[in-house]
């Protein structure tokens, strides 16, 4: 059975394993729909006070819609009602509503979220222990069906194990899906894509330990096989030891100088070292023979924006553009992280970009401009492009004021915004990100408390709040509760485990915060991460390291 086959197999197992749990518990969501002639129940339900208006008419559109089979809309409906009311009695027909559409993650983050605001609610307890049960059976049941169809076809088995890790994607748990795929390689341990897949779970999984070991296996069992030597190459980068990797791969790389795929990990490593010129020169002899692949083309860009070669990265992406407009999009993209707009409109300026890749050309045109200070043309070109009205206009201008670097100007404009449009959610988050930035850390706590009140679910105002705090080191209780949610919603977030890191950093638990921190670097290389690192650096005595690095984030972000 081929990959299409797995995820349609997983898109029916899912809404089949969850659907009857909902139906069984709940006696208030008919699967069909109630006789317009039987009586109605009135249900008292324990709301907070003042009653709002916003949760009344989200609760009786999700009642309707429940009422009406629309499981869809009521489940939209039931996110908004509790969004105003988050207390057990909603969370609980959100969470029921939930496991009628089938949606699973969905479910998980119900119940993160309720653990959260009432840990201790019976009912809450009661749906964690089904829901235990719920997933012990699914996973049964879908590790059989897997089973069944690698077995079957022999012939088939690599690349069904290889889509495997996309067919499960959809769960959107990570160790869940790292369980499920250990269960279903356990038979062909001697076949490389089972460990290969194992590693890649492992890693999005977070077990850096158990994605290498699996890594090794898969270039053990196959030393020359691209994929393996990639992701042997991706594990020692997430592990801050591409020292580790390059005496496979530089070999490997040599006997098959054809394999683009492991010339770029190969470079990736090199990057990582004193001397990342060395990744640039690997990339010369396909760059030379014109190969247009949008990985080397991606390979340059990044090199070249992270100060490695930029100016012969850049030339090299305007040779590819002969080919693949997109390149001379990716170099005007390296000149802006070079803090070299005036080179970068330059590029831009030469001719339109076809189709869709217009739209970025556009963005970053205006972002350039802003950097220059030209902020009202920059408004214009944007305005003349994809004109934008009320709040948006106004996130947009005061978004431009700050690359500017005009934080007053920004401020002004968002100050107007909530003025003439009044509490709305991603002004008030904006505003209060400025107001961090400007160093009035009080006002920023005030208005991210007062966004949370609004609403108590934003993952990215959670994170916000918490990471204040932590910065401030002060209240790190609550800081610790905020993050563990933010943590929780969002998982594999570079800036929310860059939060978490800092944290722990506070606590003094460096070992704790150096692993978070540097988890935080590869999904997310911002300075203030990269920041972050030189400190836990320094604070576990790691004076080489942290020199390492300060020379590193000087590079890479000129201009700081």
């Known amino acids: 059975m081929t990959l299409r086959a797995l995820l349609t197999l997983l898109s029916t197992a899912l809404p089949l394993a969850y659907a009857p749990f909902a139906a069984a518990q709940s006696d208030t969501a008919p699967a069909t729909p109630a006789s317009p002639d039987a009586p109605s129940e009135i249900r008292v339900e324990p709301l907070r006070t003042p009653l709002d208006g916003d949760f009344v008419f989200a609760w009786l559109v999700g009642e309707l819609a429940l009422r009406n089979g629309q499981w869809g809309q009521a489940l939209e409906a039931y996110e908004r009602a509790a969004e105003a009311q988050p207390i057990p009695a909603v969370l609980d027909r959100w969470a029921q509503t939930a496991l009628l559409t089938g949606d699973a993650a969905q479910f998980e983050r119900i119940l993160t979220l309720w653990q959260w605001l009432a840990p201790d609610d019976a009912r809450l307890q009661q749906l964690a222990a089904h829901r235990e049960r719920l997933n012990a059976r699914f996973e049964a049941q879908i590790s059989e069906r897997i089973a069944e169809i690698l077995k079957k076809d022999p012939d088939q088995r690599e690349r069904n194990l290889l889509g495997l890790p996309a067919a499960l994607a959809e769960l959107g748990n990570p160790t869940q899906i790292l369980r499920l795929i250990e269960r279903a390689v356990a038979p062909y341990r001697e076949e490389p894509a089972a460990h290969l897949i194992v590693s890649e779970a492992a890693r999005q999984a977070g077990d850096l330990d158990r994605a290498w070991a699996a890594a090794q296996a898969a270039v053990a069992l196959r030393p020359d096989w691209p994929p393996a030597l990639a992701q042997f190459a991706q594990v020692a980068l997430d592990r801050f030891a591409p020292e580790l990797a390059i005496p496979i791969l530089a070999p490997a790389q040599e006997r098959q100088p054809e394999a683009l795929t492991v010339t770029l990990a190969l470079a990736a490593l090199l990057a990582e070292t004193d001397h990342p010129e060395r990744a640039v020169a690997l990339l010369a002899p396909w760059v030379e023979r014109g190969v247009t692949d949008p990985r080397l083309i991606d390979a340059l860009a990044t090199f070249g924006a992270q100060g490695i070669e930029p100016e012969q990265c850049a030339r090299w992406l305007l040779r590819l553009a002969k080919e693949r407009p997109e390149a001379r999009l990716k170099a005007a993209q390296l000149w802006l992280a070079r803090e070299q707009p005036r080179r970068a409109l330059r590029l831009l300026a030469q001719r339109a970009l076809p189709g869709n890749l217009a739209e970025s050309a ?18 214009s070109r944007l305005e003349a492009h994809a004109p934008l009205s009320g709040v948006d206009a106004a996130l947009r201008e005061a978004r431009l004021w700050q690359e500017a670097k005009q934080w007053e100007m920004s401020r002004a404009v968002l100050i107007d915004a909530l003025t003439t449009f009044g509490d709305v959610p991603q002004l008030l988050y904006d505003y209060a990100i400025l107001l961090e930035r400007m160093g009035a850390r009080d006002s920023a706590e005030g208005y991210l408390r007062k966004l949370l009140a609004m609403r108590p679910f934003d993952v990215h105002a959670i994170n916000a709040l918490g990471y204040l705090l932590a910065d401030a080191n002060r209240s790190l209780d609550e800081a610790e509760r905020l993050l563990r949610l933010a943590r929780a919603l969002k998982p594999n977030d570079g800036f929310i485990m860059d939060s978490e890191g800092w944290l722990r950093f506070r ?16 999904r997310a290389p911002d300075p203030e991460i990269g920041d972050h690192l030189v400190a836990v650096y ?23």
């Open 538 to 560: 320094q604070a576990l005595g790691d004076e080489a390291r942290a020199a390492a690095w300060r020379k590193r984030l000087a590079r890479q972000f000129p201009g700081r």
């Open 362 to 379: 556009a963005a970053l045109t205006a972002q350039a401009l802003a950097r220059l200070g030209r902020v009202d043309e920059a408004l």
């Open 507 to 522: 606590q003094r638990d460096y070992l704790a915060a150096r692993r978070l921190i540097e988890a935080a670097w590869r």
